[in-house]
């Protein structure tokens, strides 16, 4: 498809958080930046308002989320021209024939078809429903034109991501489903691809020979933010794990693709998904542990929170230890940590190597020894970081760490652009490279079953187990200390 090709975004749920914070936004910031066709349509579709309201709403949530503000009043109006909105149930037939009368009319106006993207920002339990909508008027029916967008949770486990599937290929095929991962479209981890694989610095060392263990950790300082009760039905095991730092870890272990066509670059992740040792039931402690934040004298706990109930057992934090039974990784341990309320916001990788297979230098010499690390800094750091060791300045040998770095805000003038900016661009391009296919959610899912059935199974008798503003629960760090190993909670210094 053309990028010259009229498009037409419909979103569905248009009223929610999401629509106001995210898409608007980047919709208007790839408008600014042209790169957006000409002749674009975004329809809101919600139960209740009018195009009015809507377009009042979307210019506050682009004033005050948008990446460059103020918005120009006549690139503003400029925008706001190519809004319009549906008012409806989603379970109502006469929506979807109304939908398909404004889309005919616009393409009818420009004199050709565009590109239809149906973006599902509204609860899961509706997905479904929509889909069934727009198939019956024959909305979907175009398989290179046609587009369905549908945001995290893509189910609540296997089973139910398989019966959503289900439901969505009643109108679309495989090859017209974006599941987002909003993670995949940020800069910083779309260059994990760029720094692996057009550099030759890296691939040699990038296996069990040199790698002793991997680190992804995505730590979150807010709590909820008003979620409790979407949380309290999801916990950071299905919340993170089970979509953003697995898709991580794809990138960090994914052989080195042919090209970079959609299926080859998700072919190649599958496969590590598929590699993942599966864990057993009964040894799910041995290779996980969750937490829940507690309350300080100023701060409210988890079960406090609003939504949440006052003896639950859903976990804020989440640490995997998890290995990938392939020729390169084997034996190499990646841990995944993410957790809510955490000391400071930081999502890192970092690559730990092996230390040298002989110390030469006398004992005092390398009272400092460490090991060689790789870091990637994805938020709020955008820096990738090379530790490694030299000589320190003097008469004498001494060893000391020392780093070089490449950070973004330095390398390059243009500022990063929103993940959704990238991600929608991609929708509206028909470029699936950046979305997960079924058969990594599927993946997915399995991998984190048997811990899903384990904990859901036998409530917390510790929780909450660590308090607001650390590093998370003791246990974590037991996990890692069975392999000799600690998490770099500062991995730089
Ligand atoms: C979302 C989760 O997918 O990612 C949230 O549902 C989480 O709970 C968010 O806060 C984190 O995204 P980011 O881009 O702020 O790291």
Not at 8 to 20: A, E, H, P, Q, Y
Not at 236 to 245: C, E, P, S, V, W
Not at 298 to 306: D, I, S, V
Request: proline content about 5%; glycine content about 8%; charged content about 25%.
């Amino acid at each position: 498809v053309r990028k010259s090709q009229p498009a037409i975004v419909t979103i569905f749920g248009v009223t929610g958080d999401l629509t106001k914070r995210k898409l608007l936004p980047a919709l208007f910031n790839l408008a600014l930046d042209r790169h957006l066709p000409e002749q674009f349509l975004a329809i809101g579709v919600a139960r209740r308002g009018d195009l009015e309201t809507f377009r009042v709403d979307m210019r506050e949530g682009i004033d005050q989320f948008s990446r460059r503000v103020p918005a120009s009043q006549d690139s503003w109006n400029a925008f706001a021209n190519k809004l319009d909105y549906l008012v409806g149930g989603f379970s109502d037939p006469t929506l979807y024939e109304r939908l398909l009368v404004r889309i005919r009319q616009a393409e009818a106006e420009w004199g050709t078809k565009a590109s239809r993207v149906f973006y599902m920002a509204t609860p899961p339990e509706v997905f479904g429903t929509i889909s069934d909508g727009l198939g019956a008027v024959g909305l979907g029916g175009d398989h290179d034109c046609d587009r369905i967008v549908v945001e995290k949770p893509f189910g609540t486990d296997l089973q139910s991501a398989k019966e959503l599937q289900a439901q969505l290929l009643r109108t679309f095929q495989e090859n017209q489903i974006y599941r987002i991962d909003h993670y995949l479209g940020k800069e910083t981890v779309q260059n994990i691809l760029a720094l692996r694989f057009a550099n030759t610095l890296f691939e040699p060392i990038w296996n069990r020979r040199y790698v002793d263990h991997v680190q992804i950790t995505v730590a979150e300082a807010v709590g909820l933010e008003g979620r409790g009760g979407y949380y309290e039905g999801s916990g950071a095991l299905r919340d993170m794990i089970q979509n953003h730092l697995l898709q991580i870890l794809c990138l960090i272990g994914m052989e080195p693709p042919v090209s970079f066509d959609a299926d080859e670059v998700r072919n190649k992740k599958a496969e590590v998904l598929r590699a993942v040792r599966r864990i057993a039931l009964g040894e799910v402690r041995q290779y996980a542990v969750r937490g829940q934040y507690g309350a300080t004298r100023e701060t409210t706990g988890y079960r406090q929170e609003a939504g949440v109930q006052a003896d639950s057992s859903v976990e804020t934090y989440a640490a995997l230890k998890l290995f990938i039974d392939n020729w390169r990784w084997q034996g190499v341990p990646f841990y995944l940590r993410t957790g809510k309320k955490l000391a400071r916001r930081m999502s890192q990788v970092v690559i730990s190597f092996r230390p040298v297979p002989h110390q030469a230098f006398p004992p005092d010499a390398s009272e400092a020894f460490e090991e060689n690390r790789l870091v990637i800094d994805i938020q709020p750091d955008e820096r990738i970081t090379m530790r490694f060791l030299a000589k320190e300045p003097g008469a004498r040998m001494r060893l000391r760490a020392v780093n070089m770095e490449f950070c973004y805000d330095q390398a390059f003038s243009a500022p990063s652009r929103e993940a959704y900016e990238t991600l929608l661009q991609e929708v509206v391009e028909g470029n699936p490279t950046l979305f997960m296919r079924i058969d990594q959610q599927e993946a997915a899912w399995e991998i984190v079953a048997p811990i899903l059935e384990s904990w859901l199974g036998t409530p917390s008798t510790s929780f909450p187990n660590y308090a607001p503003e650390s590093w998370g629960p003791e246990g974590a760090d037991l996990l890692l200390a069975r392999e000799g190993h600690r998490w770099f909670n500062n991995a730089v210094a």
